[in-house]
């Protein structure tokens, strides 16, 4: 079954300094990975997707994330975090149809 | 904004109760699906609807329904309400069942308070 996995609950960096949330996958066959961003009490924003290609996947609102396949991560990143940054983060893996996420990572970037 | 559109916002019913939520799918959408996010948690697929029929349903009871109408518009009906069905309810839409990007498109979300 494919799965994915965010090991950290929380994230707090100061701002202007770079940033990882990171996240780990389970899959048969080639994975299909995403990142979330949730603002509270909002829906769920699409930031980036990894599906093939370049293992270096630019995004939204300056996000990149890193594909390792040896290393079974989706790592999503930013070089100069923002306090705006500040939210909830989900990877998720497709599963046919349907996206199956990761518990959330909360981001706190202060100033 | 995602074009996708959820209703109501808020909501609060009691135990054995039955609820109706609504979801407007982004324009040219054929396929919604339902997420349920509680509290502290990622969102869990609950089905997906493409062209009027349920394709694919996640691990949710038979009182987990739903409707997908000829506009592509959504209903997540829910009977016999429990108190942990109080969350989030998130409708997604996107492009074609199973499309190759796997993007979906969320809606702001319905809360669902049950006491």
């Known amino acids: 079954a494919q799965s994915v996995a965010q090991p950290e609950d929380q994230v707090n960096v100061a701002e202007g300094n770079p940033l990882t949330v990171k996240c780990t996958y389970s899959?048969?066959?080639?994975?299909?990975l995403f990142w979330y961003v949730q603002y509270p009490n909002r829906g769920l924003q699409f930031l980036l997707k990894?599906?093939?290609?370049?293992?270096l996947v630019k995004g939204s609102y300056g996000f990149e994330a890193e594909f390792n396949k040896s290393q079974t991560s989706f790592h999503l990143k930013k070089p100069s975090a923002l306090v705006s940054d500040s939210a909830l983060y989900f990877c998720?893996?497709?599963?046919?149809?349907?996206?199956?996420f990761g518990q959330g990572t909360e981001l706190s970037v202060k100033p | 904004e995602t074009g996708v559109t959820q209703s109501p916002t808020h909501l609060i019913k009691t135990r054995g109760q039955q609820v109706t939520l609504r979801c407007s799918s982004q324009?040219?959408?054929?396929?919604v699906s339902w997420y349920q996010q509680a509290l502290g948690q990622g969102p869990q697929f609950i089905f997906q609807?493409?062209?009027?029929?349920?394709?694919g349903r996640g691990n949710f009871p038979p009182r987990f329904s739903g409707l997908q109408f000829p506009n592509y518009s959504s209903e997540l009906n829910v009977n016999a309400l429990e108190l942990n069905d109080s969350a989030l309810y998130l409708c997604?839409?996107?492009?074609?069942?199973?499309?190759?990007?796997?993007?979906?498109?969320f809606g702001e979300g319905s809360r669902l308070t049950v006491l």
């Open positions: 990894y599906i093939t290609g370049d293992n």
């Open positions: 324009s040219g959408h054929n396929t």
């Open positions: 997604a839409s996107s492009l074609a069942r199973g499309s190759d990007t796997g993007e979906l498109f």
């Open positions: 609807y493409y062209r009027e029929e349920e394709n």
């Open positions: 998720a893996v497709r599963d046919g149809g349907k996206l199956i």
């Open positions: 899959v048969s066959g080639n994975p299909y």
